[in-house]
């Protein structure tokens, strides 16, 4: 297993949000945490980070513990994270974006921007646009991005999808899908059931801070039960 989660418990001050949270993602893996507004997705991601620590359980990157390590040094053994409100510099370029990513990173591999402009063409036309004037599609793609500059083993996304045009979304599928061909594994919170199936293996469904249903994306597709009990809106 490349990220191995063990019963953790996160709190927000006094409130307990993440309860006994096991679940593991493999080496080359697409994995989906999905479930209902408020449920714990961002928490999950964020409690892998460093960033809302949990307060017990294990955490492991191969045989690293992470729990208790600060989000920078995370970060910097191969873990990138995509927030859901994507953190662009307004102020800074595209290009700009890209390149402080680089070198906040000290790792190197495969990405740089040169890949990561083949792989979205569109960062390329808009090297020199700020931040700031860049569409919300764009800024998904700098965002995710900005998180393959740092050369990572595994990229928390939160929801990728969301906010985004039927089409952008089939677009982004398929960037995912060559993002993964590259080695790269991803663990992604969404709630677009039918995207997550285009570009997801395996999947967790979440109700209340509690990790309720997991299976293959096709078995949490077609199990009608509890797509309607925890997914449908
Ligand atoms: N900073 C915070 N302080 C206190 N409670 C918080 C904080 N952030 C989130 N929560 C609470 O923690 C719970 C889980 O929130 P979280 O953002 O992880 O859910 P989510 O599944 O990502 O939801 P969404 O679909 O809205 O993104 C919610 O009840 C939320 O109200
Ligand atoms: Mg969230």
Avoid at 16 to 25: A, C, K, M
Avoid at 91 to 115: F, H, M, V
Avoid at 162 to 169: D, I, N
Wanted: hydrophobic share 40%; net charge neutral; aromatic share 6%.
């Amino acid at each position: 297993m490349l990220l191995d989660v063990g019963g953790i418990n996160t709190y927000y001050g006094t409130s307990h949000i993440l309860q006994d949270v096991s679940f593991s993602v493999d080496s080359g893996e697409v994995v989906a945490l999905l479930g209902r507004n408020g449920v714990g997705k961002t928490t999950t991601l964020r409690s892998v980070m460093g960033l809302t620590p949990p307060r017990d359980g294990t955490v492991r990157l191969q045989d690293q513990e992470l729990r208790g390590l600060a989000a920078h040094a995370i970060s910097r053994l191969g873990v990138a994270y995509m927030p859901d409100d994507l953190r662009i510099f307004p102020d800074l370029t595209c290009e700009e974006n890209l390149q402080i990513a680089a070198k906040l990173s000290p790792r190197t591999g495969y990405w740089n921007q040169e890949r990561v402009e083949e792989l979205f063409p569109v960062l390329a036309d808009r090297r020199r646009q700020k931040g700031l004037n860049m569409s919300g599609g764009e800024k998904k793609m700098l965002s995710m991005g900005r998180a393959l500059m740092s050369n990572p083993q595994l990229i928390l996304m939160d929801e990728p999808s969301e906010g985004l045009a039927p089409l952008v979304v089939r677009a982004l599928a398929g960037s995912i899908m060559e993002i993964r061909s590259h080695g790269v594994t991803i663990l992604l919170a969404d709630q677009n059931l039918k995207f997550c199936r285009q570009v997801c293996d395996r999947g967790y469904i979440i109700e209340k801070g509690r990790i309720v249903h997991q299976g293959t994306m096709e078995d949490i597709w077609g199990n009608e039960a509890v797509v309607k009990k925890y997914l449908a809106l």
